[in-house]
């Protein structure tokens, strides 16, 4: 395990990985998608599950061959996604949307490998469009981080839309 | 209203104002939504008794419930007290829908279970029989799909479909195990009139080379009727713009593979196609079986319901007034598919047409756009066109319909346009007129 104490240990971690999703976030608002996938581990994991409003009493059996995804994405499929946005046909984002995140209460706790964490935190994507209305989507994640050579990377990350529907037309954009 | 100069179908004209008048869709959800059948769920989402959906039929909040005998009813999804909603979920399983504001409860038939203070506060006079959940006027099933009609004088639900259930069945009767719609709703909500998403899909292969060039050039993984990147090129031989039918449409390729086109690795899928063709040609005869299951085909059922085979997405738009809807989407699947094959389609129909699809998310902004510039002052006056391949369509040899070549093409979008006119300008089902073009001789129409 990834020793979290004594107090300096956790706080240069839990400050060096705070740094690295300020900087992730600012690389994504930047559209730096090369940069960006310098950070991600070759057997990342990019995941957000679909989800209904249910009541809390439901016992209604699991759906079928699972709920679906709006990512369900490894390395390759993250490289599609921006092979597509960086095609020059992508017309909803030409000319640019103003795109900045806020990422908050970022919390680390030990990973079960020694050299990685759990890394929690929540982001906030405003998006002022190009019909001039913005959209704001919120999402909580939950990451992991396994460090190496090259610092922390990217292993895994679980992200939950906090949207029943999606005020919005598209998801041109990285949580 | 003067329905008649709103659309020009020998010009193939619009008025920009039928996306943007508050007079328009006021009479839109009297003539079209509180008229015509509607798609209320697929069996496979409320399988077992007290399952149910929530869904809406134009503005209208309604409840579709399985009922102990297996039936399906579905009732507007408010109280009869005071109004309020009585479910608030999405799906689930409910012995009873109980109101929040005062308590009256509600069993799955409808029939108003429970009044607190009955006996203290209606001193034993409420007569509950009047009080239950108000059904939707018909409810019927179509192979798998629960439709649902305000309307008591609508026809019937196979008369409302016609013909058009040619091209249903090459999804819906392929295999004996039937159908399913898997995963969660994906919904979303887009600033556009409804009627454009619909014409967006039930017609319009022109845009496609175009608004998703982006999407093509990052994941085709074969040929679709020619049609490429850029709109450089189009074969108008691969494929066929069917309509004719009622208000409902077909838009297919013919070559019985390209709907797995936007899939990135579609081995699998093609695997599946070479195994099982010879059943379904067996069951559905030669035309359907070798050319139409596999391909690329949009099917329309007026007026909100679009579905595609291949692809493997299944839709609704549900209207909020004239500028904004949101859209329902599901994953479709044949029940007799090993599950490793559902799985593939569900994953792949959440990476292209999905809430994150990288087809999906290019044609948002285009019909919103187009919604917007319906709305000036001077842009309301002004008209828009689907004028393309006027006067060149007919019968073709094995598919009913009056079809014009291709899938580039705005034949589609006129039928429906067509329809809606006829629909608006109509003040009962009694003068809605009944076609269904260019039937098939009955030798080719089951099991050729």
């Given amino acids: 395990m990834l020793d979290l104490h004594p107090e300096p240990a956790l706080h240069d971690v839990v400050t060096a990985l705070t740094q690295r999703l300020f900087h992730e976030a600012r690389l994504l608002d930047d559209e730096r998608f090369e940069d960006w996938l310098e950070l991600l581990c070759e057997d990342v994991s990019y995941h957000m599950a679909l989800k209904s409003r249910r009541f809390r009493a439901d016992r209604s059996a699991p759906i079928a061959v699972g709920a679906g995804n709006v990512f369900n994405d490894n390395l390759a499929r993250l490289k599609l996604r921006i092979d597509r946005l960086r095609s020059g046909f992508v017309w909803a984002e030409d000319p640019p949307n103003f795109v900045r995140r806020v990422v908050s209460n970022v919390e680390v706790l030990p990973g079960d490998a020694p050299n990685e964490t759990i890394v929690h935190s929540v982001i906030v994507i405003h998006r002022n469009r190009i019909d001039g209305q913005n959209r704001l989507l919120t999402a909580g994640r939950t990451d992991r981080w396994r460090k190496g050579g090259e610092g922390w990377r990217l292993a895994a990350r679980e992200i939950l839309l906090d949207h029943s529907v999606l005020p919005d037309s598209n998801v041109n954009v990285f949580f | ?448």
């Fill in chain 2, 1 to 448: 209203m003067d329905v008649a100069s709103l659309i020009d179908t020998s010009t193939g004209r619009q008025s920009r104002s039928i996306y943007s008048s508050d007079a328009v869709y006021r009479q839109e959800l009297e003539r079209v939504f509180g008229r015509c059948w509607l798609f209320l769920a697929h069996i496979s989402q409320i399988p077992r008794p007290n399952d149910f959906f929530r869904t809406y039929m134009g503005e209208d909040d309604v409840i579709v419930i399985r009922q102990k005998d297996g039936a399906v009813k579905a009732f507007l999804n408010t109280c009869t007290h005071r109004g309020n909603r009585i479910c608030r979920a999405d799906r689930g399983n409910a012995r009873s829908f109980t109101c929040n504001y005062h308590g009256w409860s509600f069993a799955p038939d409808g029939a108003l279970a429970g009044v607190p203070l009955e006996n203290e506060a209606y001193f034993g006079e409420l007569d509950r029989s009047k009080f239950g959940l108000v059904p939707v006027a018909q409810v019927a099933e179509y192979k798998g799909l629960i439709f649902g009609c305000f309307d008591p004088a609508a026809p019937s639900l196979d008369d409302y479909l016609g013909d058009a259930k040619f091209y249903l069945d090459v999804w819906l009767d392929a295999l004996p195990g039937g159908t399913a719609l898997v995963g969660e709703t994906q919904k979303m909500v887009l600033n556009t009139n409804w009627k454009l998403p619909v014409e967006n899909v039930c017609g319009d292969g022109y845009h496609l080379g175009w608004a998703h060039a982006g999407a093509m050039m990052a994941v085709q993984s074969m040929d679709l009727s020619g049609l490429s990147v850029g709109n450089s090129s189009a074969n108008l031989d691969g494929g066929l713009s069917v309509a004719g039918l009622n208000g409902h449409m077909a838009l297919t390729s013919l070559d019985g593979v390209s709907g797995y086109a936007f899939y990135p690795e579609p081995k699998p899928m093609l695997d599946y196609l070479e195994a099982n063709r010879p059943t379904v040609t067996e069951r559905l005869g030669k035309t359907r079986g070798e050319q139409l299951w596999g391909s690329q085909i949009n099917i329309t059922i007026f007026p909100n319901l679009q579905f595609l085979p291949g692809l493997n997405w299944f839709r609704v738009y549900h209207p909020k007034g004239p500028g904004q809807i949101e859209q329902w989407t599901w994953a479709m699947v044949e029940n007799d598919m090993p599950e490793n094959i559902k799985a593939t389609i569900l994953d792949n129909q959440c990476l292209t047409f999905g809430l994150a699809g990288l087809f999906d998310n290019d044609d948002g902004d285009n019909l919103a756009a187009c919604t917007e510039q319906s709305r000036g002052w001077r842009t309301a006056q002004m008209d828009v066109y689907t004028n393309m391949a006027l006067g060149r369509s007919g019968a073709r040899e094995g598919f009913p319909g009056d079809i014009a070549a291709g899938l580039v093409s705005e034949h589609n979008q006129r039928y429906f346009y067509r329809r809606w006119q006829e629909h608006m300008q109509a003040s009962s089902w009694s003068d809605v007129p009944t076609y269904n073009l260019n039937p098939l001789g009955s030798r080719e129409a089951v099991n050729a």
